[in-house]
C-alpha cells in the first residue's frame, strides 16, 4: 500500500484533473440549462464551446494593471491544483508519496489565496480588488477548520503520509469514524475552490470581482483552473476519507476514479443547488461553530487513537 | 553536487528577491518579492532533510504574507497603497546598514569554524532538531505557547472598544446586539 509511481505518470496528473475539471464545468453547464428550460445534453459541449470562445476572444489590456501579478495570480490557479495532486493517489500509487504529504497538499491549497488577491489587485480595478479580498477572509474563515480536518484525518492515521492515511481505513472509512471532520472538509472545499456558495469573490454583484477585468486566454485559464481545483479537491477526500482504492471488484485505481467522480459531481450539485454566502455571515459561523466542531472532533478521533 | 546547486540558486534568489523588496515601487510587489524570498529558504531547509518544517515554511509564509498584505497595504500613507511608494526612507544610510549587516552575517556564517560531521544523519531529522532544540522542556514550551495564545486574545479583548454593553444596551435587555456587522449566528 505505498510506493511512488514512475516518472511519466507526471504527465498522467494534469491529464486526469483536467478531464475531472471538464466534467465539473459540463455538469455545471447540463445543470443550468436545465434549470433554464433548455436541453440539458447541450451542456456536455459547452465548456469547449465556451473555451473556444475565449481562445479566440481579445485578451484585454489595461492601463494601470500590475500585470506580472495579474498574470501570475492567474496562471498560479492551476499550476497550484496540479501540484496539490502530486500527492493524492491513483489506487496505490501517488507520483509523490511525501512522508508530509498532507501538510505539503494544504500549503498547494493556499497557493490560492496569494493567486486570487493577485488577480484582484493586478486589474487596477476597485471590483477585482473587493473581490480579492474577500477570499482572503473567505480562507481566514474556512482554513483552520480545514486543517483540523485534516489533522483528524491524519491523527486517526498516525501519519502526514497520505498513503499511511488509506492504510489506516482498511477496517472503517474515516467519512464514517469522523463524519464531521468529512463535512467540514467538504464545506471547505467548496470555499477553496470558490464554487456554489462561496463564489462571492467572483460574484456576480462584484461585476465579476477578482475575476473582474479578465477576458479572453486569461479567463479561460481562471475559469479551467477553478474547476480544476475542484476536482483535486474532491480527489483528495477519496484517501483522506473514503478509503481510497479499497473496493469490491474493481482494481484500485478504477475505485479512485469512481469514488473522485462521485465526490466532484455532489460538489458541483451542491454549487448549483446553494445560495450564495455572505462572508461577513461565514466567518462568525467559521469561528464560533466550525472550528469549535473540527477541535471536539480531533478530541474524540484521539481519545479513539488511545484506547484501540 | 546537485544539492549545491540548487542551493546556490536558492540562496542567491532569496537574497535578490530580498533586495527587490525595497527597489520595487509597489507595496503589493514587495509583499511578494518578500513572500518569494521566504519561499526560495524553505527549499534550503527542505534540502536539509526537514521536510516538515520546509512544507510548514512555505504554508504559513504564504498564509501570514497575504494577512499582511491586507495590513501593510491598509496602513501605507497613500489611500490604500494605490499610488507608487518606496520602503526606503534615507536612502544611502539604509544602504550602508543593510549591506554592512548582511555582510557581517555572511562572515559570520563563512568564517566560522563549523564542526566536521561525526556519525550519519538521523532517520528522521525533524523529530531529532525538535528533540534537539526542546528536549526536556515540551511541556514548558507548550504552556509557554498557551500563555502566548491567550496573551493575544485578552489584548484583543482589552483594545476592543466594543463590549457587551455597546452590544445589548446598558441594561443588557436588548434582544439582538447591535453590531456594526452583523454575524452570521444572530448572537
Wanted: glycine letters at 10%; a neutral charge.
Amino acid at each position: 500500500m505505498s510506493g511512488a509511481a514512475p516518472l511519466w505518470t507526471v504527465l498522467l496528473v494534469p491529464v486526469l484533473l483536467f478531464a475531472f475539471g471538464y466534467g465539473a464545468a459540463a455538469g455545471t453547464a447540463a445543470l443550468r440549462a436545465r434549470a433554464a428550460g433548455t436541453a440539458p445534453a447541450a451542456g456536455l459541449t459547452a465548456p469547449a464551446r465556451e473555451s473556444a470562445r475565449l481562445l479566440v476572444q481579445r485578451r484585454r489590456t489595461i492601463p494601470g494593471a500590475d500585470t506580472l501579478l495579474w498574470r501570475l495570480g492567474g496562471a498560479l490557479v492551476p499550476v497550484a491544483a496540479v501540484l496539490a495532486a502530486l500527492v493524492v493517489p491513483l489506487g496505490s500509487m501517488a507520483v509523490g508519496d511525501l512522508s508530509v504529504g498532507v501538510v505539503w497538499f494544504n500549503a498547494m491549497e493556499v497557493v490560492l489565496w496569494a493567486a486570487l488577491w493577485m488577480l484582484g489587485w493586478g486589474a487596477d480595478s476597485a471590483w477585482g480588488l473587493v473581490g480579492g479580498y474577500r477570499f482572503l477572509v473567505q480562507g481566514l474563515s474556512y482554513e483552520l477548520p480545514h486543517m483540523f480536518a485534516l489533522t483528524a484525518a491524519a491523527l486517526g492515521a498516525g501519519s502526514l503520509r497520505v498513503s499511511d492515511v488509506v492504510a489506516a481505513q482498511e477496517q472503517v472509512w474515516f467519512a464514517v469514524l469522523m463524519p464531521a471532520a468529512f463535512a467540514v472538509y467538504l464545506v471547505s472545499a467548496l470555499a477553496m475552490a470558490f464554487w456554489g456558495p462561496f463564489g462571492t469573490p467572483v460574484g456576480r454583484d462584484l461585476a465579476g470581482g477578482a475575476a473582474a477585468e479578465l477576458s479572453g486566454v486569461d479567463l479561460l485559464v481562471l475559469r479551467a483552473g477553478r474547476y480544476v481545483f475542484l476536482a483535486v479537491v474532491a480527489a483528495m477526500a477519496v484517501p483522506l476519507f473514503l478509503g481510497g482504492g479499497a473496493g469490491p471488484l474493481l482494481p484500485g485505481w478504477a475505485w479512485t476514479l469512481v469514488k473522485t467522480a462521485g465526490v466532484v459531481a455532489l460538489l458541483v450539485w451542491l454549487g448549483h443547488r446553494l445560495p450564495a454566502v455572505r462572508m461577513d455571515r461565514f466567518t462568525e459561523v467559521g469561528w464560533v461553530v466550525l472550528v469549535p466542531v473540527t477541535l471536539l472532533q480531533v478530541l474524540v478521533v484521539a481519545v479513539f487513537v488511545l484506547t484501540r | 553536487m546537485t544539492e549545491t546547486v540548487v542551493f546556490a540558486v536558492c540562496a542567491v534568489c532569496a537574497v535578490a528577491s530580498g533586495a527587490a523588496v525595497f527597489v520595487v515601487d509597489s507595496m503589493a510587489r514587495a509583499t511578494f518579492a518578500l513572500l518569494a524570498s521566504f519561499l526560495l529558504t524553505a527549499a534550503a531547509i527542505l534540502l536539509l532533510g526537514l521536510s516538515y518544517l520546509g512544507v510548514l515554511v512555505v504554508l504559513m509564509m504564504i498564509m501570514e504574507m497575504m494577512v499582511m498584505a491586507v495590513f501593510m497595504i491598509m496602513y501605507m500613507m497613500n489611500p490604500a497603497g494605490l499610488m507608487p511608494m518606496t520602503m526606503v526612507h534615507n536612502k544611502a544610510g539604509s544602504l550602508v546598514v543593510s549591506v554592512g549587516v548582511f555582510l557581517l552575517l555572511a562572515a559570520g556564517a563563512v568564517f566560522v569554524p563549523w564542526p566536521e560531521r561525526t556519525g550519519e544523519p538521523p532517520a528522521d531529522p525533524t523529530l531529532a532538531l525538535g528533540e534537539a532544540v526542546m528536549g526536556e522542556h515540551m511541556l514548558v514550551m507548550m504552556l509557554v505557547g498557551l500563555v502566548l495564545f491567550a496573551t493575544m486574545v485578552a489584548a484583543t479583548v482589552l483594545t476592543t472598544h466594543r463590549g457587551r454593553y455597546e452590544r445589548y444596551g446598558d441594561d443588557l435587555r436588548r434582544e439582538s446586539p447591535d453590531d456594526p456587522i452583523g454575524g452570521g449566528l444572530d448572537r
